[in-house]
Nanobody, 114 residues
Framework: MQLIESGGGLVQPGGSLRLSCAAS????????MSWVRQAPGKGLEWVSS????????YYADSVKGRFTISRDIAKRMVFLQMNSLKPEDTALYYC????????RGQGTQVTVSS
């Protein structure tokens, strides 16, 4: 199984980024895919999940209304659209097959700073 994240970068507060995750080697249509993040000096934090088959999304309270998770079944990809970014969103963002962050990729860095 392989998960490859991309799309991170440096953005000013209030800005937007779109993260992408390419998945291979797993039964993509039967899983729930998640985004988790790890801020400097802190543990893993669940951000959002999506049922690939139904498209039902789930969000942590800290990102609800600002982030949108989606998937493209044909391309085997999961996305995280992040709007109204705050400095506290700064973290290494991982795509994972569980809310606890198990079976995650290498991550993509998101830095929100002026």
């Amino acid at each position: 199984m392989q998960l490859i994240e991309s799309g991170g970068g440096l953005v000013q507060p209030g800005g937007s980024l779109r993260l992408s995750c390419a998945a291979s080697g797993l039964p993509f249509e039967r899983v729930v895919m998640s985004w988790v993040r790890q801020a400097p000096g802190k543990g893993l934090e669940w951000v959002s999940s999506i049922s690939v088959s139904s498209g039902d999304p789930y969000y942590a309270d800290s990102v609800k209304g600002r982030f949108t998770i989606s998937r493209d079944i044909a391309k085997r990809m999961v996305f995280l659209q992040m709007n109204s970014l705050k400095p506290e969103d700064t973290a290494l963002y991982y795509c994972a097959t569980s809310r606890s962050g198990g079976n995650r990729g290498q991550g993509t860095q998101v830095t929100v700073s002026s």
